[in-house]
């Protein structure tokens, strides 16, 4: 079992950061790529930054190339996503999701066991 707390969404203006946190609990974090969701109203959730189990390799979906960096300390137990230059189409409800599977970094929601509450980020113009 992973239970996952997402934090540090808010409402910033456009142009500006947010450090999103996600904190998870239970033994097979290490062992478990890590992803960032998001959905804005009326759209499908969809997958924003991912991280393997030793940040060898991560993820990033064309619209936030460039402005967000995920990070992870596995022995924290924390998985991170730094979000610059922030724009109002980031405006959603982020997510913090597990992929326990025992090798590769899930890209679709059905590769990921364990989903945070979610964290609503607001980017106003």
């Known amino acids: 079992q992973v239970q996952l707390v997402e934090s540090g969404g808010g409402l910033v203006q456009a142009g500006g950061s947010l450090r999103l946190s996600c904190a998870a609990s239970?033994?097979?974090?290490?062992?478990?790529?890590m992803g960032w969701f998001r959905q804005a109203p009326g759209k499908e959730r969809v997958l924003v930054s991912a991280?393997?189990?030793?940040?060898?390799?991560?993820y990033y979906a064309d619209s936030v190339k460039g402005r967000f960096a995920i990070s992870r300390e596995n022995a924290k137990n924390m998985v991170y996503l730094q979000m610059n230059s922030l724009k109002p189409e980031d405006t959603a409800v982020y997510y913090c999701?597990?992929?326990?599977?025992?090798?590769?970094?899930?890209?679709?929601?059905?590769?990921?066991?364990?989903w945070g509450q979610g964290t609503q980020v607001t980017v106003s113009s």
């Open positions: 991280i393997s189990r030793s940040s060898d390799y991560t």
């Open positions: 239970g033994r097979t974090f290490s062992s478990s790529a």
């Open positions: 999701a597990a992929d326990i599977r025992p090798r590769g970094v899930g890209m679709t929601q059905n590769e990921y066991n364990y």
